[in-house]
């Protein structure tokens, strides 16, 4: 969503640190918009280690104004492209190949050439980088399709879309119902060892499908040199019901798959898919109120500087930042920002939870609970310390006196 003024920072007018946060800002929102609308999976960039396309290439590196034609000519000239794609004033592409074969031979020599006198870093980009196939793709899809379909009756062409679309409604269905699964129970993991390293996910599945209901599925890999993933001669094998792990260690135990007899037992390891887990790192917390926790603030930065950015997004009730005891007069690296509005809140929290710096520091933001504060916070870090009984009434004795000076000291600054 689009931040809903820039006139402070675009007129030159308060604060420098702001201004520059609010540009960059949203630079990162239009790149992330620019993404969105050409089809990328912004999720699949947060999968750690995850499998690698071997069709879609990321370059980086790449000189200021370079333009999306300068690179469809140099990528081009190794095969048939898809999608490039080059956000305004970015420093990284993305560049799809309709053939992986083409996608390989373009990585191996353009790796490290020079392009416009500066090296490029190529990297293949992760799995399910695209959450839909391109408009070129969609093309020659269609060409197919509309081939195939000359060659058939009427009645052919009127049923096929309707089967394609029953058949998608229920994969979607399917795949929602997975995602809504509670997480696995103990005992519902195996661990499978000595594996052919050319023994494949879907050949394992298909094996171990015979004990039972198959979850999940993984061989463990690690990247070589080059930057290949290989497999570690290891993986694990998730049911959906313990009854079917301890089934598969009795029957499989010792079983041949690809020459290789495996080692089966049972593993406490809890195998979540991609999906769920980049979703939970991104939803640690829902919204439930207008509040929004601040943390990371640098230390130089002030009510009114933190008050300037987030009234960008629409008019704010408070704005506190706890300060240190024994009179330093500094913060201590977080605050609360309590906007008017819950819709206010969501659209500030969407646009600067990404990637905002302020002097230097990249704000962290998450949703304050409802009854979060200062006291409840410190009462959080002496129980995880065991901090004694006594020192705790003391502490809170002496944040209620803190909390009194800090609020009429706010007041006293937002008037002046």
């Not at 969105?36 to 750690?48: K, N, T, Y």
């Not at 399917?174 to 699964?181: A, I, T």
């Not at 930057?227 to 290891?234: D, E, I």
Request: with cysteine; glycine share 8%.
């Amino acid at each position: 969503m689009p931040l809903t003024s820039f006139s402070s920072w675009q007129e030159g007018k308060g604060s420098v640190a702001v201004r520059v946060a609010l540009g960059e800002t949203e630079l990162v929102q239009n790149v992330r918009r620019f993404l969105l609308d050409h089809g990328v999976s912004l999720d699949s960039f947060s999968q750690a280690a995850g499998e690698r396309s071997k069709a879609v290439i990321l370059v980086k590196n790449l000189p200021a104004g370079t333009k999306a034609e300068q690179l469809e000519e140099v990528f081009g000239s190794f095969g048939s492209l898809g999608r490039v794609l080059l956000p305004e004033g970015g420093v990284t592409a993305i560049v799809e190949f309709l053939e992986p074969t083409e996608a390989k031979k373009a990585f191996t020599k353009l790796a490290y050439s020079k392009f416009q006198h500066i090296p490029l870093y190529l990297e293949w980009a992760p799995m399910g980088v695209f959450s839909g196939p391109g408009t070129k793709m969609l093309k020659v899809e269609e060409q197919k399709e509309g081939e195939e379909q000359t060659q058939k009756g009427v009645s052919e062409k009127s049923d096929a879309p309707k089967e394609m679309k029953e058949e998608e409604e229920g994969e979607e269905e399917e795949e929602e119902e997975e995602e809504e699964e509670e997480e696995s129970l103990p005992g519902c993991t195996i661990f499978i060892k000595n594996l052919n390293f050319s023994t494949t996910e879907d050949t394992l599945k298909e094996v171990f499908s015979k004990a039972g209901l198959v979850r999940n599925c993984t061989v463990s890999k690690k990247k070589n040199k080059t930057g290949n993933l290989l497999s570690m001669g290891f993986g694990f094998v998730e049911y959906k019901k313990p009854e079917y792990a301890q089934k598969a260690v009795k029957q499989l135990q010792g079983c041949s798959v690809d020459g290789h007899q495996l080692e089966v037992k049972i593993s406490e390891r809890a195998i979540k898919s991609t999906v769920a887990t980049a979703r939970k790192k991104q939803v640690s917390k829902k919204q439930v109120n207008s509040k929004i926790l601040v943390r990371n603030i640098p230390f130089q930065a002030t009510v009114k500087e933190i008050r300037e950015l987030f009234s960008t997004f629409g008019e704010l009730k408070t704005v506190r930042l706890p300060k240190k005891m024994f009179g330093t007069g500094t913060h201590r690296g977080f605050g609360f920002v309590d906007f008017l509005t819950k819709q206010d809140a969501k659209r500030a929290f969407g646009a600067l939870c990404h990637s905002t710096h302020l002097y230097g520091r990249r704000l962290v933001l998450e949703w304050a609970d409802s009854e979060e504060t200062v006291e409840s916070l410190r009462r959080k870090t002496a129980e995880h310390f065991h901090e004694p009984p006594v020192k705790k009434q003391k502490t809170a004795m002496l944040e209620e006196i803190l909390e009194k000076l800090e609020d009429d000291e706010g007041e006293y600054e937002e008037n002046s």
